[in-house]
């Protein structure tokens, strides 16, 4: 529920950030215009995090818990944990690079939260490694900036992804008009696309009910 709870902050963050930039809104107007889509914003962070964890579970759970089930005898094996981990992790944001523009979608085009998916992935197609590669090159800018100024200030990680926060949604939002921009003439996803992406969704997010009965 915090979790949920700190992704729909993040959303609501990023689309008054849009409008102030967007629309020439003051804070207070983006914020007023804002509240309005929070359901909207919940159901599309729902939808994103059970696809998420149906992805992680196949390409590094699942990978990860056989090496360790086969390797206990074998500590040769557990070396190629941390590969796993790193590839499945690289796999695991290309795989979800479709689906990562649907709150600006929400937002800037008054869409459902479903068909705001469905459009997100829209805009992507035929760009996923494009924008992989500025994501990953804008990641190690930051990452190498929040080093840099974590040495200078000795300050705790949290505080510098604090200070670094507005400037990620901002190229995230630079980001998502470059593409939808590239191509105005944008082909809808097929019927089978989104009765596959509605079936792994469901799925991922019966399978964290599933664990959370389990587990407790």
């Given at each position: 529920v915090i979790f949920c709870g700190y992704l729909g902050y993040k959303n609501i963050t990023s689309q008054i950030l849009t409008l102030v930039g967007e629309k020439k809104e003051t804070i207070k107007g983006a914020w007023n215009l804002s509240k309005g889509h929070v359901l909207k914003l919940f159901e599309v962070s729902v939808y994103k995090q059970g696809l998420g964890f149906l992805v992680f579970l196949i390409i590094i759970a699942l990978p990860v818990f056989f090496v360790v089930m086969h390797g206990l005898n074998n500590p040769i094996v557990f070396l190629t944990i941390l590969p796993i981990i790193i590839v499945g992790a690289i796999v695991l944001?290309?795989?979800?690079?479709?689906?990562?523009?649907?709150?600006?979608?929400?937002?800037?085009?008054?869409?459902?939260?479903?068909?705001?998916?469905?459009?997100?992935?829209?805009?992507?197609?035929?760009?996923?490694?494009?924008?992989?590669?500025?994501?990953?090159?804008?990641?190690?800018?930051?990452?190498?900036?929040?080093?840099?100024?974590?040495?200078?200030?000795?300050?705790?990680?949290?505080?510098?992804?604090?200070?670094?926060?507005?400037?990620?949604?901002?190229?995230?939002?630079?980001?998502?008009?470059?593409?939808?921009?590239?191509?105005?003439?944008?082909?809808?996803?097929?019927?089978?696309?989104k009765i596959f992406l509605n079936a792994c969704a469901l799925l991922g997010l019966s399978l964290v009910v599933v664990l959370v009965f389990v587990l407790s």
């Open positions: 944001n290309i795989l979800l690079i479709p689906i990562m523009f649907s709150p600006y979608v929400l937002f800037t085009e008054n869409k459902k939260s479903i068909e705001a998916i469905y459009t997100s992935v829209s805009y992507v197609k035929g760009n996923i490694w494009n924008i992989f590669v500025r994501m990953f090159l804008f990641m190690l800018i930051v990452t190498g900036i929040a080093m840099l100024v974590g040495l200078v200030l000795g300050r705790g990680n949290s505080i510098i992804s604090i200070l670094i926060a507005p400037f990620t949604l901002i190229y995230y939002w630079h980001l998502f008009n470059a593409v939808k921009n590239s191509n105005h003439n944008h082909t809808p996803i097929s019927n089978k696309i």
